[in-house]
Structures are given as structure tokens and as C-alpha cells.
């Protein structure tokens, strides 16, 4: 299931997200609010697990907006959701000891590295979602060495 919606904001949408995003105020006009559109994505989720790309971006922006349009129960709860980026960066062995924590891989970055052609224009949820899936399925067909870096403990609770 693709959800693939707009979503009328509350406030003015942020001239850094026009810049980033093309979006403006009036193309939001017409487009559902988001308590509308949180009843679909929490039906779309309901007994999965959210694979998102820097789910930790995602998930703060949709807690926020969630508080912001006064809805008591959130679209999706931590515990349903997985960080694509997080995956990718330790199965790339892409790990700072002194931070003990895995570098941020962009998710441009991450196709390139992985032969994926981006779905569509980058920050539109819908292109966004199909690239995450085809990387995902690159990933998954690739042989990883075992990584020997990780945060303390992290290898063998995953036992390795």
C-alpha cells in the first residue's frame, strides 16, 4: 500500500522547507488535514513495522505534528518503526568509535553506493518511500562481511 498525499498544514509552510520540498501554501489548500491522513497511515501500519530512512527525523516531525493538530494518539509508535539509515550505515561499517555511533549516510549517498536509481525527486514522500524500498531490496541482495565495529555490546546481542 502507497499512501501518497499532501497534507494541509496549521501554520505557514517554512521558507527552508519551500526551498527544500517546492511546496508552497496553496498547493496545501485543497489537500486533506493531518488527522485525516493520520488515521490512514496509522490503518497502513497497524501490526507492521515502519522501515523509514532517518526514521528519527520522521518520527519527531510526526510526534510534533501530531501536538500541533491536538490528536492524543500518535500514527505510529516508536517500537513500530526501524531506521533504514542506521541499517545501512552498520552493515557499511560506517562507525565513529569516539562518538560510538554510526555516521549519517544520506540517503542519496546510500543509493549511489548501492547502484539505486532514486524513484523520483527527492523529499516527496511517495518517490522517497519506493527509493527506501529499492534499497532496501539492493541491501538485501548483497553479501555483507561481518561488521567489526559497533557500539559495546551491539555485536553480541546481534550474535555475532
Not at 497502513?44 to 518520527?59: C, H, M, P
Request: proline residues 6%.
Amino acid at each position: 500500500m502507497l499512501l501518497d498525499t499532501l497534507v494541509r498544514n496549521i501554520v505557514p509552510v517554512e521558507e527552508g522547507a519551500r526551498c527544500v520540498h517546492g511546496i508552497a501554501d496553496e498547493l496545501l489548500a485543497g489537500a486533506p488535514t493531518f488527522a485525516e491522513v493520520a488515521l490512514r497511515i496509522r490503518e497502513a501500519v497497524r501490526g507492521k513495522t515502519a522501515l523509514i530512512y532517518n526514521s528519527e527525523f520522521d518520527y519527531g516531525r510526526l510526534k510534533s505534528t501530531r501536538r500541533d493538530h491536538g490528536l492524543s494518539t500518535g500514527v505510529v509508535g516508536r517500537k513500530q518503526t526501524a531506521c533504514v539509515m542506521h541499517m545501512y550505515a552498520f552493515l557499511y561499517a560506517d562507525y565513529d568509535p569516539e562518538r560510538q555511533e554510526y555516521a549519517r549516510v544520506s540517503s542519496s549517498r546510500a543509493c549511489a553506493e548501492m547502484g539505486v536509481t532514486p524513484q523520483g525527486p527527492a523529499h516527496r514522500a511517495a518517490e522517497d518511500a519506493l527509493t527506501t524500498a529499492a534499497l532496501i531490496r539492493a541491501v538485501a541482495q548483497r553479501v555483507w562481511p561481518v561488521p567489526q565495529k559497533a557500539p559495546p555490546g551491539m555485536l553480541c546481542e546481534m550474535g555475532l
